[in-house]
């Protein structure tokens, strides 16, 4: 489908508009977003709009690399839109194609940071403040603050993990833990490029629009600095929540073998002595001795008792 959105030079705006070059000619600014176009829609990038066979090439290639390419009278960039499903951090392709007088939007899934800007601008009185890189900036600003919402809500998980008010057992707590490290993982890989993109445009000298509203794009970048930071905190939290918990585990082992060894210190003399006194031998004179049963009941005990206290004197049972 294709919507487009095309200024006249009195900025009246109109919408209902035949994609063709002598339709577009008529405009002092025009948008022209493709949301998931058929093949005639697509070709339309060649036959109308005449972009470079490369940039159109990337545009039908999913998930390229967040990237800006420069070409004679416009510039192409590929960004990525991130969202949350489920435990899954699925990332999407947005593509801009920005001229002096037009701005053209590419996208194979619906794109509620474009409708956003495209319901904004469809509403605005002042019609006359808007251009192709203004345009820009606003879906751009919309697709990055639409990172911060992913990263609250993982910070949140992480403060339930943390707490652990259910009960959990440790199995569980470390499946919830490594699938939030895993949508971390996802956002730092749209992140960073990102990142690298929009520092990239800010120290470029092609880009003479963007140095015109440089402190809106730096408002961007510094953005995208903030989500990056808060991804490699977010992973180090759950570093130390999965340590924690780790040592934790191991602290329990330790106390339960340290149990376990106390009472096998405890029985193993004493097994022994029994296990003397259970052998068949018919030449042990001990056994014909009325009391020899006290005798080794009374030093088994003693034995007991001096391992017990022993052990509790070195603060086993601490």
């Not at 899934?109 to 956003?116: D, G, L, R, T």
């Not at 606003?138 to 008010?165: H, M, S, W």
């Amino acid at each position: 489908m294709i919507n487009i959105i095309g200024v006249l030079p009195d900025d009246t705006v109109e919408t209902d508009v035949k994609v063709t070059e002598e339709n577009l000619k008529r405009y002092k600014w025009y948008w022209v977003d493709f949301n998931n176009p058929t093949a005639d829609e697509f070709r339309l990038l060649d036959s109308v709009f005449h972009f470079h066979p490369l940039a159109i090439e990337d545009c039908g290639i999913i998930l390229q690399r967040p990237k800006l390419d420069y070409y004679d009278g416009y510039d192409f960039y590929v960004t990525h839109i991130a969202k949350q499903e489920a435990k899954e951090i699925i990332k999407e392709e947005l593509d801009f194609f920005v001229g002096p007088n037009y701005i053209v939007t590419f996208h194979f899934e619906e794109s509620k940071e474009v409708e956003q800007v495209w319901s904004r601008i469809m509403n605005q009185a002042a019609i006359e403040k808007w251009d192709p890189y203004y345009i820009f900036y606003q879906t751009l600003d919309k697709l990055v603050d639409a990172y911060f919402p992913l990263i609250y809500t993982i910070e949140a998980e992480l403060d339930v993990i943390e707490d652990n008010r259910q009960n959990q057992s440790v199995g569980e707590l470390m499946d919830e833990l490594f699938d939030i490290r895993h949508m971390l993982l996802h956002i730092r890989q749209t992140v960073n490029p990102m990142r690298d993109l929009l520092y990239r445009m800010l120290n470029s000298h092609h880009l003479t629009e963007v140095k015109k509203r440089r402190e809106y794009f730096s408002d961007i970048y510094d953005h995208l600095l903030k989500v990056s930071e808060m991804v490699s905190s977010n992973r180090e939290v759950t570093t130390d929540i999965r340590d924690n918990y780790l040592s934790m585990t191991s602290h329990q082992t330790n106390e339960v073998m340290k149990f376990l060894t106390i009472i096998t210190s405890i029985f193993t003399p004493l097994t022994l002595i029994s296990g003397i006194y259970g052998m068949n031998f018919v030449n042990m004179p001990e056994l014909e001795w009325q009391y020899s049963y006290y005798v080794v009941l009374t030093v088994m005990l003693i034995i007991g008792l001096s391992l017990f206290f022993w052990f509790k004197k070195k603060g086993w049972f601490d």
